[in-house]
């Protein structure tokens, strides 16, 4: 094996476990079927404290919030594992919060939806998620998808009040702070208005498009020149 394949294989190991250690939590996605969890469909599992009415009524939004990512962007075919949730406490024991969250791993896709989260609007963003993730693979999504681009896209699907258009007043110069920032886009006193700008910054995208410029992406070509983003 050459220097330079033992090189890139070394900090592809530890870049791996870099995200592993900074979500202590990846793994219990993995197991969640040893947990105390039942899985009412396939790869979807619900707290075994819900009732079969509940886990009726789950489904049937998650079916909603899926629906709503196909006709938006064309059919999803990503599987990943879904975790329903019943407290903030239960949420927080795979690395989410209340609402919900993607974990993206080179295992594939999980997402949980806490308590405030098992609504359309959460289901729909975090799918967006896990299928952008799926079609790009790990380490072309790792690397080459910038948070406030992915964040934009899920929430052209996601229709909560500040999301909305009429409800956003971020001027240019704002997206583009937003533009430049990575893990610190979470963080901060104005995290809603990174969001607002990242939706504000993917509007012109053709939605019917996505799929396809993420294959062009994941076959070496760059997001800007893909999407024609101004840097």
């Avoid at 430049?180 to 012109?204: H, I, P, T, W």
Wanted: net charge negative; with cysteine.
């Amino acid at each position: 094996m050459s220097k330079l394949k033992v090189y890139l294989l070394f900090a592809l190991i530890l870049v791996f476990i870099l995200g592993v250690i900074s979500q202590r939590n990846v793994l219990a996605c993995e197991f969640v079927e040893y947990l105390d969890y039942s899985e009412i469909a396939p790869n979807i599992f619900a707290s075994s404290s819900f009732d079969s009415a509940q886990n009726k009524n789950i489904l049937s939004v998650i079916n909603l919030g899926k629906s709503r990512v196909d006709n938006a962007f064309g059919d999803t075919i990503s599987s990943p594992i879904v975790i329903i949730a019943a407290t903030e406490d239960d949420a927080s024991t795979f690395g989410s919060n209340a609402y919900g969250s993607a974990i993206l791993t080179p295992f594939g896709q999980c997402i949980i939806f806490g308590p405030k989260g098992q609504n359309i609007d959460v289901i729909a963003h975090e799918y967006t998620h896990a299928e952008v993730s799926f079609r790009l693979g790990w380490l072309t999504h790792y690397f080459n998808m910038p948070i406030w681009f992915n964040e934009g896209i899920a929430l052209l699907v996601d229709y909560r009040e500040p999301y909305l258009l009429d409800n956003i007043d971020i001027s240019p110069d704002e997206i583009n702070t937003v533009k430049e920032m990575g893990a610190d886009f979470f963080s901060g006193k104005d995290v809603l208005k990174n969001y607002q700008a990242a939706r504000l910054a993917v509007e012109s995208i053709d939605k019917s498009q996505l799929y396809d410029n993420l294959e062009k992406i994941k076959q070496g070509e760059t997001i800007n020149d893909v999407f024609a983003l101004k840097n």
